[in-house]
């Protein structure tokens, strides 16, 4: 046997699996969930959205809507070119608009340069403890190995260092 539910908009029992209410006709019974703060609400207190794109409607609490939907909203104006002193809030002659542009393509330009130089530094950085590296493996097993073999373990050293340096480089 369904379960009786109280419809949110005018308070009358219905069963859990009625699609609308019989006494309000309202399509939500049971409520609508903003998509701000995922609580429920009365569809006839929700603000609804309609996308044109996906042809679906959103609901929101009126405070929810203007905190998310608002700037998004204007966000895509901006993307598609819709400048206007009402949008922006300031308006802008030419000069200033140039200083403005120019000012930023400074300030990028500016901070790829950092990035690059960090970046360059990290490699230098790998570089030289490689070459460290790579220069106590050698003295070690030089060492060990021309005691053991002779002028031969010199060779052999060689090998044996650039060998687990590859290793330890591959790991790195």
């Excluded at 006494?23 to 019974?29: N, S, V, W």
């Excluded at 230098?124 to 070690?140: A, D, P, Q």
């Amino acid at each position: 046997m369904p379960e009786l539910l109280q419809c949110m908009e005018c308070g009358a029992q219905l069963s859990s699996d009625a699609e609308e209410c019989p006494h309000c006709h309202t399509e939500y019974p049971r409520g609508v969930v903003c998509l701000g703060c995922f609580e429920t609400l009365k569809q006839s207190e929700a603000v609804k959205h309609e996308t044109h794109n996906t042809h679906s409607t959103k609901y929101f609490h009126a405070a929810c809507y203007h905190q998310v939907m608002k700037p998004l909203i204007l966000d895509s104006s901006f993307s598609r070119g819709n400048f206007t002193p009402s949008s922006i809030g300031k308006t802008y002659d030419r000069k200033t608009l140039n200083a403005l542009i120019k000012a930023d393509a400074k300030r990028v330009k500016k901070q790829n340069s950092r990035n690059r130089y960090e970046h360059l530094k990290k490699i230098v950085s790998k570089v030289f403890t490689i070459l460290l590296l790579l220069i106590i493996e050698f003295i070690f097993w030089a060492i060990i190995l021309n005691l053991m073999f002779g002028e031969i373990g010199l060779v052999i050293a060689f090998i044996v260092t650039i060998l687990l340096t590859l290793v330890i480089v591959k790991e790195m």
